[in-house]
């Protein structure tokens, strides 16, 4: 299965904020789209969402029109939406956030083992269960929101800026684990700031600015293009990503 995305355009009012762009996710690889802060990232996982609607073009998941379904088709149709840490609901145990990801999840006992596999992969959680999400470490927030994704049995994960506000230590950890859930043979559209992260675990990558993609190729294409570097992303050459791979 397939993500497709055809000539996409979404209008914030009068303003264009995302115009015209195709592309696709392979089932089982990472796509990234890499961006500066309202560069469109956000409006283009929102949009993909159904949170938000589409001025123009189409985008088609294992054959079906996601402009012409209300959100929570995504989820019962194997998507997931991954947003920052802080979208985990504060109120909420660790454990009842985690259940909210299995709300269209009928059989219990795939619920539990998938909770298993979450504390598995998050051993953290498994020892935050009862405590509430608002006193988890930021780091643990982007754990949760994850986990919570992935117990809803995805095929396709969207994943806005899962970097954000993270240590270094995190963003370290966080790109292992956006791995493992590629060889768990998860689709993942990442979009990110954070071009080392991007880099170091995406097989194909979209420079998005001012609502336009303006490259498209592999991380190893993109180390070569030091005009397109040091103009939308602020990256002097390829000296300074060459560390990554």
Not at 51 to 75: C, I, M, T, Y
Not at 87 to 111: F, P, Q
Not at 137 to 149: F, K
Request: a negative charge; glycine letters at 10%; zero cysteines.
């Amino acid at each position: 299965m397939s993500l497709v995305v055809t000539n996409l355009s979404v209008d914030h009012g009068a303003i264009r904020a995302i115009s015209g762009v195709s592309f696709t996710v392979e089932s089982g690889k990472i796509a990234a789209v890499i961006g500066s802060n309202g560069a469109g990232k956000t409006t283009l996982l929102r949009t993909l969402s159904g949170l938000k609607s589409a001025s123009h073009g189409s985008a088609q998941w294992n054959q079906h029109d996601l402009f012409s379904v209300k959100p929570e088709f995504n989820v019962r149709h194997g998507i997931a939406h991954v947003g920052e840490g802080k979208s985990v609901i504060a109120e909420l145990s660790v454990e009842e956030n985690l259940h909210l990801g299995a709300i269209w999840r009928k059989d219990k006992k795939d619920v539990a083992a998938a909770t298993n596999e979450v504390i598995e992969l998050f051993p953290i959680l498994g020892q935050r269960m009862s405590q509430s999400a608002g006193s988890l470490s930021g780091g643990e927030r982007q754990m949760l929101a994850i986990g919570r994704a992935l117990i809803s049995n995805p095929d396709l994960i969207l994943m806005d800026e899962p970097s954000e506000g993270l240590s270094p230590r995190f963003v370290l950890q966080v790109g292992e684990i956006i791995k493992r859930m590629r060889d768990l043979k998860h689709s993942i559209l990442l979009v990110e700031q954070n071009l080392a992260l991007a880099l170091s675990v995406a097989d194909y990558v979209y420079i998005i600015s001012s609502g336009k993609f303006v490259f498209s190729g592999t991380p190893e294409e993109l180390s070569t293009q030091n005009e397109i570097l040091n103009e939308h992303l602020g990256v002097s050459g390829s000296k300074e990503i060459s560390h990554i791979h």
